[in-house]
């Protein structure tokens, strides 16, 4: 049974015992059963959306629904004990031990970045092992990410940071589900589903998806959470400082604070959820720093002005650009009820 086969039973088990497959990712329920159909479908997904909406726990959420699988142990290619595949253990004839891997370590993460080269996804030759054993041989072949993804979820973080030559590695593999080594006799099956993130064009550092490349995708918004969201998203992955109380009443007060950044024409880069959780525990510091077993307000706007200053900018047209504490203020105490 392929990757696609293992998720689409695995979804569809948790459905039926009426539970959420993505229990943890906070979004609407349109955009999930729109990644669920993706996902079934066994077609590759690209999620588009600002940093800190979830984009990476989503991914980790969607491996963890794989079943553990038997291995060839030290395999390289995460060869099936029953069906080996690669040159090394169809030689080996059988002879050799097996392990098991968890479904939430069955993913290989890529980040994505200007220097992410061809050859970090599809692998290259060895120079030692090409001396000891000839540049022919397969075992002078150092695989990829790719490669070590078979039988895997490969997640690419950042796609649109990946330049284009580097993009066009991943077209064999998502069109025919192999990878091809100029100068090898090597033509590998790769058994995997690709999940991508994006984060929009107005970022810095970003690359536009090539078209080819994008057409393999299926492509899916993430927004920010929901109010509602956001607090449970605090309660369930935000830390918690033993011995300090921080009241269930003044949460909506943090995540107030951030999402008051979003969809402001003075304001480039709002504010992610991850600036709500770092309030939420930095209010549990200051508190301690001053002697206080129990969060306040005051501790809260303390909090809040640092993790603004660390990640807000201001756009460049707006009146207060040479002075973004004087907006980070205004946001804070317009926040108060």
């Known amino acids: 049974m392929g990757v696609r086969e293992e998720l689409r039973d695995a979804i569809l088990g948790t459905l039926a015992k009426g539970n959420d497959p993505l229990d943890g990712f906070y979004t609407t329920d349109e955009t999930k059963e729109s990644i669920l ?31 553990p699988m038997r291995v060839v142990e030290g395999c390289r290619y995460n060869c099936d004990p029953t069906a080996p595949e690669c040159t090394e253990c169809i030689t080996r004839k059988g002879v050799y031990k097996t392990a098991t891997v968890s479904g939430r370590h069955r993913l290989v993460r890529v980040q994505g970045s200007p220097e992410l080269m061809p050859e970090d996804l599809v692998g290259d030759i060895d120079p030692v092992n090409a001396l000891q054993v000839g540049i022919h041989d397969p075992r002078a072949f150092t695989p990829g990410k790719i490669q070590k993804a078979h039988r895997k979820i490969l997640f690419i973080d950042e796609l649109n940071r990946v330049p284009e030559r580097t993009q066009n590695a991943l077209l064999q593999v998502l069109e025919e589900g192999t990878t091809t080594v100029a100068g ?22 970003v690359e536009r998806v090539s078209e080819t ?29 033993p011995g300090v109380k921080f ?74 650009y040479e002075n973004p504490q004087a907006v980070f203020q205004r946001i804070i105490r317009e926040s108060r009820k």
């Open 184 to 205: 090898f006799d090597i033509d590998l099956h790769v058994d995997t589903i690709v999940v991508a993130t994006q984060n929009p064009e107005e970022y810095a550092g």
């Open 37 to 67: 159909a993706i996902v079934i479908s066994g077609r590759h997904l690209l999620l588009e959306g600002p940093p800190g909406t979830g984009k990476t726990t989503l991914a980790k959420i969607i491996a963890g629904l794989l079943p």
């Open 213 to 241: 490349l994008g057409d393999r995708f299926e492509r899916v918004r993430i927004g920010y959470p929901s109010t509602e969201q956001e607090i449970t998203i605090l309660k369930r992955y935000a830390r918690s400082f």
């Open 247 to 320: 009241g269930d009443e003044l949460l909506p007060r943090v995540v107030r604070i951030a999402q008051s950044t979003r969809n402001r024409e003075d304001i480039a880069r709002s504010a992610s959820v991850r600036v709500s959780e770092a309030t939420y525990e930095q209010a549990q510091a200051i508190a301690q720093l001053r002697g206080r077993d129990t969060v306040t307000e005051e501790d809260i706007e303390k909090a809040a002005k640092i993790s603004l200053e660390g990640r807000v900018q201001l756009a460049p047209d707006s009146p207060d």
